[in-house]
């Protein structure tokens, strides 16, 4: 059997972009290599372009890592920009015909395939998936670890400040970044990296960093001031426009017209996405049942959804691993751990807020383990801080996966505090797998790991917070029931049988015991 794989990201990428599902993508492929009739491809797009523009072509992977180099291709010079908030708003996230026609070039010349896997649609065009018009004989499976088709943000998070529970009829997108972005810019950002990476100059290097900041700034500038001067040019023109237009036509200019109301890009972005993937996808693979429930909420047919709880390369910890014994008495610190990123809509900042403000002798039986990248000198002031209030803090600034055990070692209790409609995070099944309680918002699907009422609290509400650490530490959640409910963790052999199954299978049922629920 030959499956396509594609995410918009190398899943070897040398800055390693994609977080946990870049980490997925290389377990599924690993395990491939462990032995099985599956012949694996893989592409991405979005990332490589040409300093001149160019139309867009397919090639091997020129640049990252030998290894794999085989299977690794990849679309140079995509109408569509990854990551997605890179192409926001940008109509050839639905539509760019030479896109589409790249891609079915790649697919004819390296073909024929027999399942093509999509883990995000990032990159292309959402019409691609109209490939089943030219080849019906192909599965198209298409895995949710966000929620790109409904959200051109991929996380349903406005302003980067709140859950978006209702976009308005995509009234709220054209205000929902923080700053437009410059795709002309950023474009050529992409491309200059391209270039370096394959000429052999790594991110990571003192040469390729000397060579590629000072072009971005200097590019940066210019094109902020162009950009201004056309808006004035703009702004000028538009309003002589406007005038003689008005005097013209006899309408006083002082006049409003009555609103006329026509659906907005983004409204027919997401029912175009939709519709694409009712008509097309075989088969829809939600990481959750969270995530199913969301994309079943925005229109995805309930005949196509699939739970499929990923693998993870850290099962067999699960039985290694025994429950430790919390400390819980009444003099005993517990270690609290986070681990991931310090953004607003993973909960961090939350959580540096709920636990600053706990009482002062429930706060010296905390002790907090931070694993993530360092943020700006306000975030490190604001943690080291909340630090002090505690029994005590251990940062590390960001990690590896061999690093995991270390940083495990150190923790009671782990810690999801998201406060968006995270799919599954990839931490949580790890921290899981090592037999590290949860303590987790009711946004996401980490709460599906343990199906424990009592260590789940409102997303946001500091007070349900405190509540739940103060019952934790009291010794009122039975730790014994909490794993006697817990789900054990889908080793990468196991889910790739249930991803053969997916590939081979045109008339599913769900089964709880293979983890499709």
Not at 258 to 275: C, G, N, Q, Y
Not at 331 to 340: A, F, I, N, T, W
Request: glycine share 6%.
């Amino acid at each position: 059997m030959r499956v396509l794989y594609y995410n918009w990201v190398d899943y070897l990428d040398a800055e390693n972009r994609g977080g946990g599902v870049s980490q997925y993508q290389r377990n599924i492929l690993q395990e491939l290599d462990q032995g099985s009739d599956i012949d694996a491809v893989f592409l991405s797009a979005g990332i490589s372009y040409d300093l001149r523009k160019r139309p867009p072509r397919w090639e091997q992977t020129r640049h990252g890592p030998r290894q794999d180099r085989g299977r690794r291709y990849e679309i140079v010079n995509s109408a569509v920009l990854s990551p997605a908030h890179f192409s926001f708003g940008s109509a050839a996230q639905c539509e760019d015909t030479a896109t589409e026609a790249c891609f079915y070039d790649f697919l004819e010349a390296t073909g024929p395939y027999d399942v093509v896997h999509f883990n995000n649609l990032e990159g292309l065009p959402a019409r691609v998936l109209k490939l089943k018009a030219r080849w019906p004989q192909m599965r198209l499976i298409l895995s949710l670890h966000n929620y790109y088709p409904f959200c051109p943000q991929v996380n349903l998070w406005f302003q980067e400040r709140e859950n978006c529970l209702d976009f308005k009829g995509g009234a709220k997108c054209g205000s929902c970044l923080p700053q437009a972005h410059n795709q002309k810019q950023l474009r050529l950002a992409h491309a200059l990296a391209y270039r370096l990476k394959a000429a052999g100059f790594e991110p990571n290097s003192r040469m390729f960093q000397l060579l590629y900041q000072p072009t971005i700034r200097v590019g940066r500038r210019l094109s902020i001031g162009l950009n201004a001067a056309r808006r004035s040019l703009r702004k000028i023109t538009g309003t002589r426009r406007q005038v003689s237009s008005e005097v013209a036509s006899g309408q006083n200019p002082q006049r409003q017209s009555a609103p006329v109301t026509v659906p907005t890009p983004f409204a027919k972005r997401r029912a175009e996405m939709v519709s694409l993937i009712n008509a097309h996808c075989d088969q829809v693979l939600a990481v959750s049942d969270f995530t199913a429930g969301v994309a079943r909420r925005y229109g995805v047919r309930s005949d196509l959804l699939q739970t499929s709880y990923i693998g993870t390369a850290l099962a067999d910890c699960y039985q290694r691993t025994t429950p430790r014994r919390l400390p819980i008495q009444e003099q005993e610190v517990l270690s609290l751990g986070y681990l991931g990123y310090m953004r607003r809509d993973k909960g961090f900042f939350f959580l540096l807020e709920a636990l600053k403000s706990l009482p002062s002798p429930l706060a010296k039986r905390i002790r907090l383990v931070v694993a993530a990248r360092r943020g700006d000198a306000d975030t490190m002031a604001e943690l080291s801080a909340v630090g002090q209030h505690l029994a005590g803090l251990e940062y590390h600034d960001g990690y590896t996966h061999d690093e995991l055990p270390a940083i495990f070692s150190q923790i009671d209790l782990g810690v999801v505090p998201v406060l968006w409609n995270d799919n599954l995070p990839q931490v949580a099944i790890e921290m899981h797998a090592n037999h590290i309680p949860l303590l987790t918002s009711d946004l996401g699907g980490a709460q599906e790991l343990s199906n424990c009422r009592d260590m789940v609290f409102a997303a946001g509400d500091i007070q349900a917070f405190h509540d739940r650490l103060q019952a934790i530490l009291s010794g009122a959640v039975n730790m014994e029931t909490y794993w006697a409910g817990a789900r054990v963790p889908n080793s990468m052999a196991n889910h790739l049988a249930q991803l053969t199954e997916v590939y081979t299978s045109s008339d599913l049922t769900r089964s709880a015991e293979t983890g499709l629920g």
